[in-house]
T-cell receptor, first 116, second 113 residues
């Protein structure tokens, strides 16, 4: 019953290519997030958005960029992929109720990215 | 800075045995706590959450967790595990607003027949 979709699920691509990882949600959530997860490691927040035209960098520095032109869509772009970008990227969204409310985040199934 | 520590990286257990996955957090402000489960090649699924109220929180798949403010812990428990519970479990905390979550390193639960 996934309401948040990530494509592609797997991507193997050469160094120097431009990559866009897609993330869409159908729940009308204002907040969206991108996490990076290496095998056996915790998730690190790399980007988040409070709504349309809002984007912020997360706790882990990343060479990727994001955009939020529509509520349901939060793509992540790597202009020139490098082997160090090899990782799993997870997208999430949550409902906004008020400033002090932390609603659970709903996750997509992730994109496993391998840069050769 | 807020942090989340999962005390065990791996927990092997036999089927139908009880299990406890430990999580400690550090925070000087009000805290919201979550447990997520990740099956192979999938994203994270919310097991349960503590936002306020009762310190014993029941979640899906028979899991429950207890919020202990004095010990800054939020341990996850299940009285009888199944093979299908084999997965990676993440504890996460958020403080204040804006839903920024801090994740622990994860605990791999391996249930053996």
């Amino acid at each position: 019953e996934a309401d948040i979709y990530q494509t592609p699920r797997y991507l193997v691509i050469g160094t120097g290519k431009k990559i866009t990882l897609e993330c869409s949600q159908t729940m009308g959530h204002d907040k969206m997030y991108w996490y990076q997860q290496d095998p056996g490691m915790e998730l690190h927040l790399i980007h988040y958005s409070y709504g349309v035209n809002s984007t912020e960098k997360g706790d882990l520095s990343s060479e990727s960029t994001v955009s939020r032109i529509r509520t349901e869509h939060f793509p992540l772009t790597l202009e020139s992929a490098r082997p160090s970008h090899t990782s799993q990227y997870l997208c999430a969204s949550s409902e906004y109720r008020d400033r002090d409310s932390n609603q659970p985040q709903h996750f997509g199934d992730g994109t496993r990215l391998s840069i050769l | 800075a807020q942090s989340v520590t999962q005390l065990d990286s791996q927990v092997p257990v036999f089927e139908e045995a009880p299990v406890e996955l430990r999580c400690n957090y550090s925070s000087s402000v009000s805290v919201y706590l979550f447990w997520y489960v990740q099956y192979p090649n999938q994203g994270l699924q919310l097991l349960l959450k503590y936002l306020s109220g009762s310190t014993l929180v029941k979640g899906i798949n028979g899991f429950e967790a207890e919020f202990n403010k004095s010990q800054t812990s939020f341990h996850l428990r299940k009285p009888s595990v199944h093979i299908s519970d084999t997965a990676e479990y993440f504890c996460a905390a958020a403080s204040g607003g804006y839903n920024k979550l801090i994740f622990g390193a994860g605990t791999r639960l391996a249930v053996h027949p």
